[in-house]
């Protein structure tokens, strides 16, 4: 696996660029673009400005999820809600290809049908190009949060309850996201800078430190089969731009 972290003024733009030369060579090479959104504020500018775009072959994209919570589907907090608003419903994707999570009446029956779909459509094991991920102040990545033993999870998808309070999480498994042959963490903002640093001390661009603790640092199981590409701005990682890559 090659990893690498670039250090960006624009994020979005940097990202959605890369995003459309993927888009092109994975259609090219395989036929079909599969990515695994994230959730969130970091992206949804870039999703917006895709939405924006008539000239990428939208019909050869297949798209989920990578986490989302277990609220109602009309729900703004809903990931899919907000990409599909950004995004989704302004381009010409079949709406077979978009693969949203499902609302059960228990999470645990959503998670379990969702990973079914899922491998009737991308394969099993998975075959996913691309899963796009977030950074929290936290270090929760998808919904894969710090101390809930989330990342052990085995399978394709798991339910995290990460508060007693909050709605409980649904998420792609740490081994299914290292399914991807890519992984992009779009990390900004100053207040990802202690979880950004604690998580690059810890191993990440490389083998993992031997007291390396992935529940503690859950961006540490996720392995994808081809690249790791880390995206910060300033505030976050801390220094100056950069464009090494």
Same mark, same amino acid.
């Given at each position: 696996? =090659?990893?690498?972290?670039?250090?960006?003024?624009?994020?979005?733009?940097?990202?959605?660029?890369?995003?459309?030369?993927?888009?092109?060579?994975?259609?090219?090479?395989?036929?079909?673009?599969?990515?695994?959104?994230?959730?969130?504020?970091?992206?949804?500018?870039?999703?917006?400005?895709?939405?924006?775009?008539?000239?990428?072959?939208?019909?050869?994209?297949?798209?989920?999820?990578?986490? =989302?919570?277990?609220?109602?589907?009309?729900?703004?907090?809903?990931? =899919?809600?907000?990409?599909? =608003?950004?995004?989704?419903?302004?381009?010409?994707?079949?709406?077979?290809?978009?693969?949203?999570?499902?609302?059960?009446?228990?999470?645990?029956?959503?998670?379990?049908?969702?990973?079914?779909?899922?491998?009737?459509?991308?394969?099993?094991?998975?075959?996913?190009?691309?899963?796009?991920?977030?950074?929290?102040?936290?270090?929760?990545?998808?919904?894969?949060?710090?101390?809930?033993?989330?990342?052990?999870?085995?399978?394709?998808?798991?339910?995290?309850?990460?508060?007693?309070?909050?709605?409980?999480?649904?998420?792609?498994?740490?081994?299914?996201?290292?399914?991807?042959?890519?992984?992009?963490?779009?990390?900004?903002?100053?207040?990802?800078?202690?979880?950004?640093?604690?998580?690059?001390?810890?191993?990440?661009?490389?083998?993992?430190?031997?007291?390396?603790?992935?529940?503690?640092?859950?961006?540490?199981?996720?392995?994808?089969?081809?690249?790791?590409?880390?995206?910060?701005?300033?505030?976050?990682?801390?220094?100056?731009?950069?464009?090494?890559?």
């Amino acid at each position: 696996m =090659e990893a690498a972290l670039q250090v960006a003024d624009d994020v979005t733009e940097a990202w959605v660029a890369r995003f459309v030369a993927a888009c092109h060579h994975a259609v090219a090479a395989r036929g079909r673009f599969v990515v695994a959104l994230a959730g969130g504020g970091t992206p949804l500018p870039g999703y917006r400005r895709l939405g924006e775009r008539l000239d990428l072959p939208w019909e050869r994209l297949w798209v989920t999820w990578g986490d =989302e919570r277990d609220v109602p589907l009309d729900h703004p907090d809903r990931n =899919e809600r907000a990409a599909r =608003e950004a995004w989704l419903d302004r381009v010409p994707i079949p709406p077979d290809q978009v693969l949203g999570w499902p609302r059960r009446d228990a999470p645990e029956a959503a998670a379990a049908e969702h990973a079914t779909r899922l491998s009737a459509a991308f394969g099993d094991p998975l075959d996913i190009d691309l899963a796009l991920l977030g950074l929290g102040a936290d270090a929760h990545t998808a919904s894969l949060f710090p101390g809930t033993g989330a990342v052990t999870a085995v399978g394709v998808t798991t339910v995290v309850r990460p508060t007693a309070a909050g709605p409980a999480r649904l998420s792609l498994t740490a081994a299914a996201l290292s399914r991807a042959r890519e992984a992009w963490v779009l990390v900004t903002g100053a207040d990802k800078r202690p979880a950004l640093q604690r998580t690059l001390a810890a191993g990440l661009l490389g083998p993992p430190h031997p007291d390396a603790d992935p529940d503690a640092l859950p961006l540490l199981a996720i392995r994808p089969r081809e690249r790791l590409w880390l995206l910060a701005d300033p505030a976050a990682a801390g220094q100056g731009t950069t464009d090494a890559a």
